[in-house]
């Protein structure tokens, strides 16, 4: 039963070693080195926002016209269900 507690110990022992002594960086490969960067970050640039991507600001407001009442009918509805019920 001794020798449990040593192995343990001794196995956790050889973990920490190890991770100290591995490699704590890696490089980045190939290509992101050089002109790839500067190609990517100009197509990052030129890419519309997300919310221009799809929907206008008049199309937001007007789909959180329907979906707020839509919304409140069920929130409503469970929350008289709890209450009468009796068990919260």
């Known amino acids: ?16 070693v190890f991770m100290l002594r ?4 890696v490089s980045a490969p190939n290509a992101l080195r050089g002109a ?14 997300a ?13 959180g016209l329907v979906f707020i009442p839509f919304f409140m009918v069920f929130y409503v509805a469970a929350l008289v269900r709890m209450l009468t019920l009796g068990k919260l």
């Open 1 to 16: 039963m001794a020798k449990a507690p040593a192995l343990l110990t001794g196995l956790v022992l050889a973990a920490v």
């Open 22 to 25: 591995s490699v704590a960086f």
């Open 36 to 49: 790839a960067p500067a190609a990517l970050a100009a197509a990052v640039a030129s890419m519309p926002e």
């Open 51 to 63: 919310s221009e991507a799809f929907f206008t600001e008049k199309e937001q407001y007007q789909f």
